[in-house]
């Protein structure tokens, strides 16, 4: 599926914790970047918040086995989440991005203005958006998924 590997990072950097109160990791260069812009997005008044960071190939494959526990079929599963060795997450350069208002990790997001904000800034501090609508990894549309690319 095009899928490039990725190596599990092993020099992340503590970035504070998530929304839901996880203490998340990026690479240092990830997470100057990521600073940068949410204090830019702030100086908007948009607020962008962290569901999830860095993720080793073993918490990956978790996320798989639970899916797979809870019924779920494994070709459903491989269009949200990577297999191990396969996501952005593990090099510790994608960050899964919410706002206040909107559900996480729901294509909501791309109602929201921080979605805007960010298809407007984004790039400016180094950040796409890797699985846009028909993107050719097979993934599903996933406007909340953003990578640092530099």
């Known amino acids: 599926r ?11 950097v503590n970035v ?6 996880k203490i998340q990791q990026l690479s240092e260069v990830t997470a100057l970047n990521w600073e940068n812009l949410v ?14 960071g860095y993720r080793s190939f073993d918490y990956q494959a978790q996320l798989i086995q ?14 949200v989440n990577a297999p191990p060795g396969f996501s952005q997450h593990h090099a510790g350069i994608a960050i899964d991005i919410a706002t206040i208002g ?30 846009t609508k028909n993107n050719i990894f097979g993934f599903i549309y996933e406007p909340w998924h ?4 530099k």
């Open 2 to 12: 095009n899928l490039p590997f990725y190596h599990d990072m092993d020099e992340l």
């Open 16 to 21: 504070g914790p998530n929304l839901f109160g």
């Open 39 to 52: 204090n830019s997005a702030r100086k908007n008044k948009i607020s962008l918040l962290m569901v999830s």
């Open 66 to 79: 639970n899916k797979l526990d809870k019924g779920m079929i494994i070709e459903d599963i491989l269009k």
């Open 102 to 131: 909107v559900r996480p990790l729901t294509e909501d997001f791309d109602s929201s203005l921080a979605f805007a904000w960010l298809l407007q800034n984004a790039a400016n501090f180094g950040f796409s958006m890797p699985y």
């Open 146 to 149: 953003w990578t640092y690319n």
